[in-house]
């Protein structure tokens, strides 16, 4: 996490847009590459009773979130990854199950809880969230070259890293290794319910390949925040379809 200072601020930002303008170029390119997949598209067969997986590579865009007796967090811009596997229904209809990370570095401010209250107390640190869930796509046209909305619904794990007791220390026999020790710490976390709505573009390359580009706004409904906070992404896939 940056620590302050414009010139770490902008390396941040100089590098969040980098990843952008990648993802950009890629989905402009499947785009102006379509015709070309439409006239393969209908000697190859289309999408109905298929199964498919995929990758992703996912930006989600920084966000100030508040929340009960005084505290609030700042988000950064972060790019995760994520992998899937759904069923086309039909043509149009698609049924999928996600798996999605990211890091998110953060600055927070924590509000004391004494009475009477102390000073703020001003942390920065990286957040690890991990999410899985269902989503339910719409094709709205039959073709290999279709703009999509979908649905989702989720359950999110948040880990802060911020300590929350002391190091402890355990020892066990491993069957491989033998005696071994190690130091641990735990920290403070939570879950969360997640949904979420998003529209993009699906490129079919073929029979087998596909690709696509979409924007998706996610509500993650923390029960300690004072209203239920909405993040903004942008999700790139490549998979295969059989």
């Known amino acids: 996490m940056p620590h302050g200072g414009l010139s770490e601020e902008f ?78 229904i039909d043509n149009h209809w698609l049924a999928s199950f996600e798996f999605q990370y990211n890091e998110i570095e953060y600055k927070a401010n924590i509000a004391s809880g004494n009475v009477p209250p102390k000073a703020t107390a001003n942390i920065t640190g990286t957040a690890q969230i991990s999410r899985i869930g269902g989503s339910v ?12 909305v979908l649905a989702t619904l989720g359950w999110s794990w948040v880990d802060s890293n911020i300590p929350n007791g002391p190091p402890q220390t355990g020892c066990w026999w491993d069957p491989w290794y033998g005696y071994l020790c190690s130091t641990w710490q735990s920290t403070a976390s939570s879950n969360a319910f997640t949904y979420g709505l998003g529209a993009g573009v699906r490129w ?23 209203s239920t906070p909405g993040f903004s992404l942008l999700r790139l896939q490549f998979g295969a379809r059989y």
């Open 137 to 148: 796509s719409y094709n709205i046209l039959p073709g290999p070259l279709t703009p999509y």
């Open 204 to 226: 079919d390359v073929g029979r087998s390949f596909f690709v696509r580009f979409g924007y998706e706004y996610d509500w993650i409904n923390f029960s300690n925040a004072s």
């Open 11 to 88: 390396t941040m930002i100089r590098s969040t847009g980098n990843v952008l303008v990648l993802l950009v170029f890629a989905a402009v390119g499947t785009i102006y590459s379509g015709s070309a997949a439409a006239q393969y598209y209908s000697s190859t067969g289309d999408r109905a009773q298929s199964w498919e997986v995929w990758g992703e590579a996912r930006v989600i865009f920084g966000k100030d979130v508040s929340f009960e007796h005084g505290s609030s967090l700042s988000t950064s811009d972060d790019a995760g990854f994520g992998l899937g596997f759904g069923y086309n």
